[in-house]
């Protein structure tokens, strides 16, 4: 009886054609609009410089200055702003309001686009549900920015705040911060919260990751942590010049800490659109060198 040897099968030709490469298709832009984020944030920047600087100069229109004896006299710009730091505060304390909310407004619109999916009806159908929601979330992220000022006040008096005096100083201050740190954020991304439902526990994670582990994935998240992180670093370093022994106007608390705090918040989202126009220019790379592969 004769033994059956196994089969082996042949490899299939390729008629003498060698095989395509395996063409690897380069990861899309984030869907952000960078143009229409340059030329806001050029505005906002601008504003909020004009609000530190010009605003409190209108104190000139309700009374006058008294000439301070000093062996260094200040311009009358750098009066303006040193003579009351109270009234500095609330100056720019009330434009940053106004001009927050008007930032907050644009973020919120940003971050919807990013998220957006499905049909062009399904897109218009959230869109209505998001914008419905638009009153609640202000109110919400007002009382978080709140609450997070309290914190602030706390954290600026273990810092070294005065204890003793200068009370409301120290609460505009730590309005400020908050201001430019966490209201954007509460009114795009919505409040965190210790609640267990599955949206509430997704929003918590969100804010852990961009605010405790400073973890930003794309430009929107930069746009809200870079200048946030910023405002922190820049009040921090903004109190060094108090303690030294120079004795001028320019040294009375919170004056330091108020401008370090707005220096850090523009800095910080310079760096967030220098950092989102360098990937967005990668990215385009990369895909221009795909398009020059396939033809």
């Known amino acids: 009886m004769a033994s059956s040897k196994p089969k082996t ?4 030709s390729n008629n003498g054609r060698t095989p395509k490469p395996e063409i690897i298709t380069p990861i899309l832009a984030d869907r952000f609009p960078l143009a229409q984020y340059a030329s806001v944030l050029g505005v906002h920047l601008i ?4 609000t530190a600087l010009y605003i409190p100069q209108t104190t000139r229109l309700f009374r006058p200055f008294t000439t301070r004896t000093t062996d260094r006299p200040q311009s009358d710009f750098m009066e303006a702003l040193t003579a009351d730091p109270l009234l500095t505060l609330i100056w720019i ?74 009370h409301l100083h120290t609460v505009l201050l730590a309005s400020v911060v908050a ?18 439902e599955t949206a509430a526990m997704i929003n918590q994670l969100a804010w852990t990751r961009l605010f405790v582990e400073i973890s930003p994935r794309n430009a929107f998240e930069r746009a809200l942590v870079y200048p946030a992180v910023g405002t922190v670093i820049g009040s ?7 303690a030294l022994d120079w004795d001028r106007p320019w040294q009375a608390w919170p ?6 705090s707005l220096g850090g918040y523009i800095i910080g989202a310079l760096m967030a659109f220098v ?10 790379h990369l895909r221009s060198q795909h398009s020059k592969t396939q033809s």
Not at 184 to 189: C, G, Q
Not at 255 to 260: D, H
Not at 275 to 284: G, Y
């Open 9 to 12: 099968r042949k490899p299939p």
């Open 47 to 50: 504003l909020i410089g004009f």
């Open 93 to 166: 304390c009330g434009g940053l309001m106004v001009l927050q909310l008007w930032w907050a407004s644009w973020v919120r619109k940003w971050y919807f686009e990013q998220k957006a999916r499905g049909t062009e009806d399904e897109i218009k159908l959230d869109r209505v549900r998001f914008n419905n929601v638009r009153f609640t979330r202000l109110k919400e992220a007002t009382a978080f920015t709140l609450r997070t000022a309290v914190t602030m006040y706390v954290v600026a008096l273990m810092f070294g705040a005065p204890l003793a005096s200068h």
């Open 179 to 196: 201001i430019l740190t966490t209201f954007a954020p509460a009114f795009a991304l919505g409040c965190p919260s210790m609640a267990t």
């Open 236 to 242: 921090w370093l903004g109190a060094i010049p108090i």
């Open 255 to 260: 004056l330091t800490p108020l401008l370090g």
């Open 275 to 284: 950092c989102s126009a360098a990937k967005w220019l990668a990215e385009e």
